[in-house]
């Protein structure tokens, strides 16, 4: 079935340094979504692409599906404490998602 | 705002016991979906419904079942609970939208110790 690999599994960063996490797939994926889960909290939805090198921008946060729609990353600029978390892509259709592994972020101050 | 209510955020049960875990949501959302999630292993579905007494296997279906008899509401059930399945529950919701996916909307989670 269809699968995707999320890399890395942890990134410790100082506070104000970038951070980005991937997703990767050897299928064509027909979208991607991606969640944020506070320590403590439930994931939250955070965005969706669906179109081949479709760009999406929210504040600090640029999220990208490549070109060949076969993988998908987050980028966070200058992160800061409210960044901790676990960072989720997510795909499937009819409903159903398959999620990635997960990346764990921390931010020192 | 979308709520997805678990019953219970800490549950400890026994080894053998028959456990429910009930979730409702508040949306009138057509899919419902059940999750476990354990350290380095990320989400893992369960078992997922699109419709009223609907269900669908999901990728680690053993040893639990599910309930929809309405609408709002959709129980996982671990039958003879076991030690391994102690874990972090999360259950979900989603409007149904054909082929496409809607975003879905998580619960607090229960986390679920079996002793």
């Known amino acids: 079935g269809q699968q995707v690999m999320q890399i890395p599994q942890y990134q410790h960063v100082q506070e104000g340094e970038d951070f980005t996490t991937y997703c990767n797939s050897s299928?064509?994926?027909?979208?991607i979504q991606w969640y944020k889960q506070r320590p403590g909290g439930h994931p939250v939805f955070l965005i969706q692409?669906?179109?081949?090198?479709e760009v999406k921008k929210q504040k600090r946060l640029t999220f990208q599906f490549g070109e060949a729609k076969k993988n998908s990353s987050l980028h966070i600029t200058a992160t800061q404490t409210t960044d901790v978390g676990t960072y989720f892509c997510?795909?499937?259709?009819?409903?159903?998602?398959?999620f990635g592994q997960g990346t764990t972020l921390q931010v020192k101050p | 705002d979308v709520k997805v209510t678990q019953s219970s955020r800490y549950l400890v049960k026994r080894t053998g016991e028959k456990v429910f875990l009930e979730c409702v949501q508040d949306?009138?959302?057509?899919?419902m979906f059940w999750y476990r999630q354990d350290p380095g292993l990320g989400l893992r579905l369960i078992y997922f419904?699109?419709?009223?007494?609907?269900?669908e296997k999901g990728d680690i279906p053993e040893g639990y079942s599910v309930s929809r008899e309405k609408k709002e509401r959709f129980s996982l059930i671990l039958e003879s609970a076991s030690t391994n399945q102690t874990s972090m529950y999360l259950c979900?919701?989603?409007?149904?939208?054909?082929?496409?996916?809607?975003?879905?909307?998580f619960g607090d989670g229960t986390r679920l110790s079996i002793l």
């Open positions: 692409l669906v179109k081949s090198g």
């Open positions: 979900a919701s989603s409007l149904s939208s054909g082929d496409s996916n809607q975003p879905q909307h």
């Open positions: 299928t064509t994926l027909s979208n």
């Open positions: 997510g795909t499937g259709n009819t409903g159903k998602l398959i």
């Open positions: 949306m009138d959302h057509e899919n």
């Open positions: 419904s699109y419709d009223v007494k609907m269900k």
